[in-house]
């Protein structure tokens, strides 16, 4: 009996994971990808978008960036959210690639 609860909890607890929806305002490169529909040149778009125009208010406003139309917003919209955490985990190439993009913040306080 608790083999068979262990391996129903470990079954939701993945289950849960893969659920998980991908903040378009605050996800890398690497979860954006992870996103079924969203590849490098997609992932970059998304990211350059954002930091030309700003956040995005809603997952409709994928439609405004290159390359996203009504049915590319429709497929990814279960698996993305506007202001939310994101939620898809980052592999250690992302991690390092994020902290080479964040400054110090030990840094800017001293200047």
């Not at 470990?10 to 893969?18: D, N, P, Q």
């Not at 970059?44 to 809603?58: D, H, L, Q």
């Amino acid at each position: 009996m608790k083999k068979l609860l262990v391996m129903l909890f470990a079954c939701f607890a993945f289950a849960a994971s893969s659920w998980a929806a991908v903040d378009l305002n605050s996800a890398n490169q690497a979860q954006l990808e992870s996103v079924n529909g969203i590849g490098p040149v997609k992932a970059k778009a998304i990211i350059e978008y954002r930091t030309k125009k700003g956040p995005f208010k809603s997952v409709d406003d994928l439609e405004k960036v290159n390359g996203f139309g009504k049915k590319t917003v429709d497929k990814v919209r279960a698996e993305v959210t506007v202001g939310g955490a994101t939620l898809a985990p980052m592999d250690k190439k992302a991690k390092a690639e994020d902290k080479k993009a964040k400054p110090d913040d030990k840094k800017e306080k001293s200047k």
